[in-house]
């Protein structure tokens, strides 16, 4: 049994800059990681051509903005490469292939109790802290919604984790599920590899450029959300004209009120919607089942297709592993109860990283949160 000051499960960017933010301050902590190495779903589950979707100023961890002569926009290896410097700059040694099995607080020791898997060894591990710190995310495991008949299909069905390239895709049709950042640029790139590409779009989303949500967030430094919305709405308009026209509409509350409210991010297009526009990428309303090699969508709409690509997102996993008696968790998603600015802070020594719905800069803010709140309490 090994005893710390704080435990963080969970080696991705929330984890990464709660240890970097740890260091600073000289308080002992250990990160546990349950795949073999960091950043897993930037380095195994991303697609090729990903890009960083905001600018970097807003995607910058703790202590360490990018070089001023990066992009503005930071590729996906060139992330990857950032986080190793910022590893290497910290002091930050994962311990990999740690696959927490059980957390639980113990009253009468007054702390926590971490039951750990080696899957390197197979060795069972246990740790002892003051503090746990749950960075293991939103992004934890690719979620597939139930849809009727799916198990049927004679074709590939695939999560976007699992997408690289539209290279083995060529000449095949294929049916992308989810309108979000993902979904629009994985249609964008079949549609580059000459895929006969469709979208499932089935609800109302704000789609925006680059440089429109740049703007954005710079005005909402100094103008509240209900001026900036407006001005990014009439900016997408000029853009996009009316997108109802092809199957896109556009919701009733702003893109960053909405953001606010729910945490669902406004969709920034990076060429989807000039191809939808010309015809070469479909978009098609709700999937109501699947049928072996045909899917069937709402107002009757028959298709048939190689592939389905769900862009879906994903879910949390803290809930597998955490037992949590003072219920701070929601179970149906895995999200803290307590909602953005105070999620980041549980009872008993609980803390959450990376929760927040507010990308890499809620993830920055979340670790100097935490940092600050166990230094005090350490004191």
């Given at each position: 049994?090994?005893?710390?000051?704080?435990?963080?499960?969970?080696?991705?960017?929330?984890?990464?800059?709660?240890?970097?933010?740890?260091?600073?301050?000289?308080?002992?902590?250990?990160?546990?990681?349950?795949?073999?190495?960091?950043?897993?779903?930037?380095?195994?589950?991303?697609?090729?051509?990903?890009?960083?979707?905001?600018?970097?100023?807003?995607?910058q961890?703790?202590?360490?903005p990018?070089?001023?002569?990066?992009?503005?926009?930071?590729?996906?290896?060139?992330?990857?490469?950032?986080?190793?410097?910022?590893?290497?700059?910290?002091?930050?040694?994962?311990?990999?292939?740690?696959?927490?099995?059980?957390?639980w607080?113990?009253?009468?020791?007054?702390?926590?109790?971490?039951v750990?898997?080696?899957?390197?060894?197979?060795?069972?591990?246990?740790?002892?802290?003051?503090?746990?710190?749950?960075?293991?995310?939103e992004?934890?495991?690719?979620?597939?919604?139930?849809?009727?008949?799916?198990?049927?299909?004679?074709?590939e069905?695939?999560?976007?984790s699992?997408?690289?390239?539209?290279?083995?895709?060529?000449?095949?049709?294929?049916?992308?599920?989810?309108?979000?950042?993902?979904?629009?640029?994985?249609?964008?790139?079949?549609?580059?590899?000459?895929?006969?590409?469709?979208?499932?779009v089935?609800?109302?989303?704000?789609?925006?450029?680059?440089?429109?949500?740049?703007?954005?967030?710079?005005?909402?430094k100094?103008?509240?959300?209900?001026?900036?919305?407006?001005?990014?709405?009439?900016?997408?308009?000029?853009?996009?004209?009316?997108?109802?026209?092809?199957?896109?509409?556009?919701?009733?509350?702003?893109?960053?009120?909405?953001?606010?409210?729910?945490?669902?991010?406004?969709?920034?297009?990076?060429?989807c919607?000039?191809?939808?526009?010309?015809?070469?990428?479909?978009?098609?309303?709700?999937?109501?089942?699947?049928?072996?090699?045909?899917?069937?969508?709402?107002?009757?709409?028959?298709?048939?297709?190689?592939?389905?690509?769900?862009?879906?997102?994903?879910?949390?996993?803290?809930?597998?592993?955490?037992?949590?008696?003072?219920?701070?968790?929601?179970?149906?998603?895995?999200?803290?109860?307590?909602?953005?600015?105070?999620?980041?802070?549980?009872?008993?020594?609980?803390?959450?990283?990376?929760f927040g719905?507010q990308?890499?800069?809620?993830?920055?803010?979340?670790?100097q949160?935490?940092?600050?709140?166990?230094?005090?309490?350490?004191?």
């Open positions: 049994m090994e005893e710390t000051q704080v435990v963080i499960v969970g080696g991705g960017p929330a984890g990464l800059a709660t240890a970097a933010c740890l260091n600073r301050l000289s308080i002992h902590n250990i990160v546990l990681e349950r795949d073999d190495c960091c950043a897993s779903l930037w380095r195994k589950r991303a697609y090729d051509r990903l890009k960083l979707h905001l600018a970097k100023p807003y995607c961890l703790p202590y360490m990018f070089p001023h002569n990066a992009p503005t926009y930071i590729s996906r290896l060139d992330f990857i490469a950032y986080l190793d410097n910022y590893m290497s700059c910290f002091g930050i040694e994962p311990r990999c292939c740690r696959s927490v099995e059980r957390a607080y113990d009253k009468v020791e007054g702390k926590w109790m971490v750990v898997n080696n899957k390197g060894s197979g060795v069972e591990e246990r740790y002892v802290c003051r503090y746990l710190v749950a960075a293991s995310g992004n934890s495991e690719g979620f597939l919604p139930d849809v009727p008949g799916l198990k049927s299909f004679h074709g069905v695939l999560h976007s699992g997408y690289e390239n539209g290279e083995r895709f060529r000449g095949k049709d294929v049916l992308v599920v989810g309108c979000g950042n993902s979904g629009m640029e994985i249609a964008y790139d079949l549609s580059n590899y000459a895929a006969n590409t469709s979208i499932v089935r609800s109302p989303v704000h789609v925006l450029t680059k440089d429109i949500v740049r703007v954005g967030m710079f005005l909402l100094y103008l509240p959300c209900k001026v900036v919305d407006p001005i990014c709405i009439n900016l997408a308009k000029m853009k996009y004209g009316n997108s109802s026209k092809y199957g896109i509409r556009r919701p009733k509350g702003g893109p960053f009120l909405i953001k606010a409210k729910t945490g669902r991010s406004p969709t920034i297009d990076v060429g919607m000039n191809r939808i526009k010309k015809g070469e990428i479909k978009v098609l309303p709700s999937i109501t089942c699947v049928n072996e090699d045909h899917v069937r969508f709402a107002y009757g709409i028959v298709n048939y297709f190689d592939a389905i690509i769900f862009a879906t997102g994903y879910k949390s996993t803290v809930l597998n592993w955490l037992e949590d008696e003072k219920g701070q968790f929601n179970e149906e998603d895995g999200f803290p109860k307590q909602r953005p600015p105070n999620h980041w802070k549980g009872e008993d020594g609980l803390y959450c990283a990376g719905k990308g890499l800069l809620g993830i920055s803010n979340d670790a949160n935490i940092a600050r709140d166990i230094a005090t309490l350490a004191a």
